[in-house]
């Protein structure tokens, strides 16, 4: 049976990893792309997509009627939200009952929530989860004695994407460069500095239940040169690991915030990590989707993609579930290259 998938912000390299993935493993399914840009490169792939849309953002007012327009015209049986701010309004639109079509979207609360790398970390880090973050203020800049956190420190904006902005600060004349260059801003935060290797969590889990999960490493980042800090956001080398400590701490921390919360833990959730000096992996932030490389853990047999389709729409017959690779292989991918896995 033929369905209609749509994904949205196809601007960027996670949506594109999804459909392929979808692709893995229902090739005659139908995908849809929509993005508010009229320059996204994706919206003129039909090698991926079968049929694409300008529209506005999720901001707009008319956000859910342009929405709706495309949900009926395609006939839409299922949703793949990827931006994390457009998911938190569909967060805000499914608490209210309504939504368009089928999704797998987190409690708004929950959404809010892990959109605060702060509330986060406030949270975490008395559980030895994460790294001691606190609120930069302006007295920082010529008071070396009030600093929280001794240099080296990781300064970074509080919420969205966690690359935006972010710099190891080592001293002043450091901090009051940076300062004059986000001037714009005052939502900074400041952590103690993890020197260690990058990883991320992917897990999936449906009303409160844990249903599949997997770990890599990020190694390197489409263009580094261009980002102060060496982290672009994208991953340009990695690999798929089998790392049970990743996943226990991942879980810990989504059931501890979940508990406050009282509800239940809904959605595609990335945990990022770094280690400290000594080698141990702290929390840096929660994301509440999918990573750039998701088409990554597709290839090396844990498509997430898949697995949100099958219980979304009970696709049958339900295939068995992987949270494991059989080999922790690289992946590569350029600017203009796809990725895949190197043998």
């Not at 929509?34 to 997509?49: C, K, P």
């Not at 457009?86 to 639109?93: D, I, M, T």
């Not at 240099?151 to 004349?173: C, E, M, N, T």
């Not at 190694?219 to 102060?228: F, G, R, T, V």
């Amino acid at each position: 049976m033929v369905m209609n998938i749509l994904f949205s912000g196809i601007g960027g390299p996670t949506p594109l990893g999804l459909a392929r993935s979808v692709k893995i493993a229902f090739p005659e399914f139908r995908l849809v792309g929509v993005d508010g840009s009229s320059w996204s490169a994706n919206l003129y792939n039909s090698e991926i997509f079968d049929a694409t849309y300008q529209i506005v953002s999720g901001r707009a007012p008319n956000y859910w009627e342009v929405i709706a327009e495309v949900v009926a015209k395609e006939a839409i049986d299922f949703a793949f939200i990827v931006p994390e701010t457009e998911v938190l309004v569909w967060s805000k639109r499914q608490e209210e009952g309504n939504l368009p079509c089928k999704a797998l979207i987190p409690d708004l609360q929950l959404a809010s929530f892990c959109f605060d790398k702060l509330k986060v970390a406030d949270v975490l880090h008395p559980l030895g989860l994460s790294p001691k973050t606190t609120p930069f203020v302006s007295n920082f800049i010529n008071d070396d004695s009030s600093l929280p956190i001794p240099y080296p420190f990781w300064i970074r904006v509080k919420s969205g994407a966690g690359a935006l902005g972010a710099l190891k600060i080592d001293g002043q004349k450091d901090l009051t460069t940076w300062l004059s260059l986000h001037n714009h801003r005052t939502d900074f935060i400041i952590s103690e500095y993890l020197p260690g290797r990058n990883y991320a969590c992917k897990l999936l889990f449906l009303q409160g239940e844990l249903i599949q999960h997997a770990s890599a490493e990020r190694i390197d980042y489409l263009l580094s040169a261009a980002a102060p800090s060496g982290i672009s956001g994208m991953c340009a080398r990695g690999k798929l690991l089998n790392r049970p400590d990743l996943v226990e701490k991942s879980v810990a921390a989504l059931t501890e915030i979940s508990k406050i919360l009282e509800v239940d833990l809904n959605g595609m959730f990335t945990v990022d990590f770094k280690e400290n000096t000594a080698g141990e992996p702290l929390i840096t932030e929660i994301n509440i989707r999918h990573v750039s490389f998701n088409l990554a853990f597709a290839l090396g047999g844990v498509n997430f993609a898949e697995t949100t389709l099958r219980h979304g729409l009970n696709v049958t017959p339900e295939m068995p579930r992987s949270n494991t690779f059989e080999k922790e292989s690289f992946f590569i991918r350029g600017v203009d290259a796809p990725l895949r896995l190197i043998p």
